[in-house]
């Protein structure tokens, strides 16, 4: 599933070339995507108001117009928005076409159907919906700090994956990042939260940090359906370091320690047996 880096180098993919154009018309090729799809909600965005926002939240992305009705998206577990020319034929798997001013089209491609796409309104202050509310604040804010990781590590007895990957604690991370930053900080995914340390905690902000950022730069990572605005695939693939390397050398261990994946809640969690405590 895209997680953050993913979600916003489509953002910045696709801003400068929605920014300021009006929706002419909009077609839906589904009835449902994760929930219903029909067209008469889809009609409210055709009345010629122009975008005058693309922005991010946690992995959700929010198409916002002038007259504070906005189009909330989510990619799930397959999906792409493109922009190209209106003419061009349908896609394969293509769900909603936007027709734009300027002789353009964005496009929602999703093979599985997990994605959503929503009509809502946004507040006038944030332009964000009511409906991301819940979650909670973004890793690269200032709101994401050591003060608020360290009541966090108080209140829980999860494990500090479980707990990051709760997107009503830290909106936006998933299981490939959560992975990478863990390692990267020394830490077992399985640990309890409870347990870090002052000094570990502000390791595990930098990190987590650190990876989105180098993430962003790299367009994201893609191991099978994820594709950027322009429909290319991420290359932060190359630079992982645990995830998805089982039975792999330890990149930092000296000696033959190999890279161990197990399953945690449902998902794989890899960690070296050495170097993270």
């Known amino acids: 599933m895209p997680e953050l880096p993913e979600v916003e180098h489509v953002r910045q993919g696709i801003y400068s070339r929605l920014k300021d154009r009006r929706i002419s018309k909009v077609e839906t090729y589904v009835p449902r995507l994760r929930e219903p799809l029909e067209q008469d909600q889809c009609n409210s965005w055709q009345k010629g108001s122009p975008i005058v926002d693309v922005r991010r939240r946690g992995k959700y992305l929010i198409l916002v117009l002038d007259d504070d009705k906005a189009v909330l998206i989510h990619l799930g577990m397959s999906g792409q928005l493109i922009v190209i020319n209106p003419d061009l034929p349908p896609k394969r798997h293509e769900r909603v076409r936007w027709y734009l001013s300027g002789d353009l089209s964005c496009r929602f491609l999703d093979q599985r159907r997990f994605g959503l796409v929503q009509n809502c309104t946004v507040d006038r202050n944030t332009l964000l919906p009511p409906e991301l509310d819940h979650l909670g604040p973004e890793p690269l804010s200032d709101n994401f700090n050591a003060d608020y990781l360290g009541k966090i590590c108080s209140r829980f007895r999860s494990s500090v994956k479980t707990v990051l990957l709760n997107q009503r604690v830290v909106a936006g991370l998933g299981n490939i990042y959560v992975n990478e930053a863990l390692f ?30 180098e993430a962003i730069a790299h367009r994201g990572t893609t ?55």
Do not use: W
């Open 184 to 213: 990267r900080s020394g830490v077992r995914p399985d640990r309890s939260i409870r347990s870090l340390k002052p000094n570990e905690q502000s390791r595990l902000i930098r990190e987590i940090r650190a990876v989105l950022r």
């Open 223 to 277: 191991f099978r359906d994820y594709r950027d605005a322009d429909g290319t695939p991420g290359g932060y693939a190359a630079q992982l370091k645990v995830y998805g390397k089982e039975h792999t050398a330890c990149p930092r261990c000296t000696g033959d320690i190999r890279i161990r994946r197990f399953v945690q809640e449902g998902r794989s969690s890899y960690t070296c047996p050495a170097c993270q405590r």
